[in-house]
């Protein structure tokens, strides 16, 4: 079965420092992954996806995350951190061989970034 | 486009009533989740819909039904609301294009449900 770990609650990090909100996942085969940010009342928003090639991928909003196959992480990054990145954000798995619609979601972290 | 509706915003039951939650999409989706959110457990699928005619079950599936008679529409019925189901409901497309395109899920606005 597919499952998703996002081992803090919360992340707080000063404006202009780097960030990383952690991800570990399980699936039973080659996985996608997915980070996405959700501001208050709001619905969820994509920003970035791993499905194959390049292990570091880049996408909105200056973020990237790193897919380490042995570590089984996909972790988010942000080289400068803004007062306006502070939200929630999930990490989802979805195991190759599975639906496309069974997509699990993480607990969530909360991020916020002081100034 | 509109991209994924939700109706109602806000709704109000009693233990013991039933109501369908609205969701539509209007990008020919073939793939449709339906997932509920409770603070500190993140999101946790219900329901999901590979095609019109095609539903299976979740991860938290019970007092839920759903059905897809289109390719737009994937209703979520309550049968009798139960206090544990008060929560925020979203519902969720995507499809899956050539090479890295698509897989993402695009989501809607929402609908926060209170069971009294």
């Given amino acids: ?115 | 486009n509109a991209g994924v509706t939700q109706t109602p915003k806000f709704q109000v039951l009693k233990t013991g009533q039933s109501m369908t939650l609205q969701c539509a999409q209007d990008m020919n989706h073939e793939y449709m989740s339906w997932y509920r959110q409770d603070p500190g457990m993140g999101l946790r699928l219900i329901h999901y819909s590979v095609g019109a005619g095609i539903t299976d079950q979740g991860e938290v599936p019970n007092g839920y039904n759903v059905s897809r008679s289109t390719t737009e529409d994937f209703p979520l019925r309550l049968l009798s609301a139960a206090p544990s189901q008060t929560s925020v409901y979203f519902c969720a497309s995507s499809y899956e294009g050539a090479g890295q395109g698509g897989y993402e899920q695009y989501f809607g606005p929402g609908t926060r449900l209170t069971v009294t």
Avoid: M
């Avoid at chain 1, 699936?27 to 970035?48: A, E, H």
């Avoid at chain 1, 969530?108 to 970034?113: A, D, F, M, N, V």
């Fill in chain 1, 1 to 115: 079965a597919q499952s998703v770990a996002q081992p803090e609650d919360q992340v707080n990090v000063a404006e202009g420092n780097p960030l990383t909100v952690k991800c570990t996942y399980s699936v039973s085969g080659n996985p996608y992954l997915f980070w996405y940010v959700q501001y208050p009342n709001r619905g969820l928003q994509f920003l970035l996806k791993y499905i194959t090639g390049d292990n570091l991928v880049k996408g909105s909003y200056g973020f990237e995350a790193e897919f380490n196959k042995s570590q089984t992480s996909f972790h988010l990054k942000k080289p400068s951190a803004l007062v306006s990145d502070s939200a929630l954000y999930f990490c989802a798995v979805r195991d190759l061989y599975s639906s496309a619609s069974k997509i699990i979601f993480g607990s969530g972290t909360r991020l916020s970034i002081r100034p």
